[in-house]
């Protein structure tokens, strides 16, 4: 297993977020987190990435106990986090903030710098524009290209679709699965659920901080109770 989250509990402060949440992804797979607003999605992912701390169970990453390594040094161990609300360095270029991506490692920036202008030929034409002046699915893309820098074995996607124009949604949705075809294991949390799942091999529904349900993807969007909550009927 890649990555096994097993029985956390976080809190903030006296509000109990997350409720005794498990899942698995497996190496080479697409998991989605589907979820209503403050279903704990996104502090699931936070707790993974050692922004937030839980107060039980364990967080183990191939086999290795992450659960007390500080957030920036699990870049090294192989995973990548893209925050909600696709936070880019807003005063650098483009560029700039694809190198970022890579500071970790010494050597390698140059074919990072081509891979991801190989999936984003769009950054690829504004590598000197100012990130702060591109447009919101332009951002999406520097997000997801300055995690890629790292070559992670696991990237997590929050939200990648938020405030994109249809057309736009559909491009980040083929990145991931090119993303994934080159061999990237993807954890995707999405409102988007119908899309989400029509990528993903497996997904857990998580309602006010429990999972509720877990299934391949299909058969979720099958689900009866699923397709009422989160599919539009
Ligand atoms: N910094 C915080 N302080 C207090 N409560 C918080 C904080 N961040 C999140 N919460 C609460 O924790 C719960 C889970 O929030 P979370 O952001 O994980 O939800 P989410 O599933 O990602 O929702 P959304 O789809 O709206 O992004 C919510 O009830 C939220 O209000
Ligand atoms: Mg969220």
Do not use: C, W
Request: proline share 3%; net charge negative; glycine share 10%.
């Amino acid at each position: 297993m890649l990555l096994k989250v097993e029985d956390i509990n976080v809190y903030y402060g006296a509000i109990h977020a997350i409720k005794g949440v498990s899942f698995e992804v497996e190496e080479g797979e697409i998991v989605t987190l589907i979820g209503a607003n403050g279903a704990g999605k996104s502090t699931t992912l936070k707790t993974i990435s050692g922004l937030l701390r839980s107060k039980t169970g364990s967080i183990t990453f191939e086999d290795k106990d992450i659960s007390a390594v500080q957030p920036h040094k699990l870049v090294a161990h192989g995973l990548a986090h893209v925050p909600e609300g696709r936070r880019v360095f807003l005063q650098m270029t483009v560029e700039e903030n694809l190198e970022m991506g890579a500071y970790v490692k010494s050597a390698g920036v140059e074919e990072g710098l081509a891979k991801v202008y190989e999936l984003f030929p769009r950054l690829r034409e504004r590598r000197r524009q100012i990130a702060g002046t591109l447009s919101g699915g332009e951002q999406q893309m520097l997000a997801m290209g300055r995690a890629l820098m790292s070559s992670p074995k696991l990237m997590m996607l929050d939200e990648p679709s938020m405030g994109l124009a249809p057309i736009l949604v559909d491009q980040i949705f083929e990145i991931i699965q090119s993303l994934h075809k080159a061999g990237t294991t993807i954890l995707l949390v999405e409102q988007n659920a119908q899309m989400a799942l029509s990528v993903a091999d497996r997904g857990y529904v998580l309602e006010t901080g429990k999972v509720v349900k877990s299934a391949d993807a299909q058969a979720l969007l099958n689900d009866a109770a699923v397709k009422a909550a989160y599919l539009g009927g």
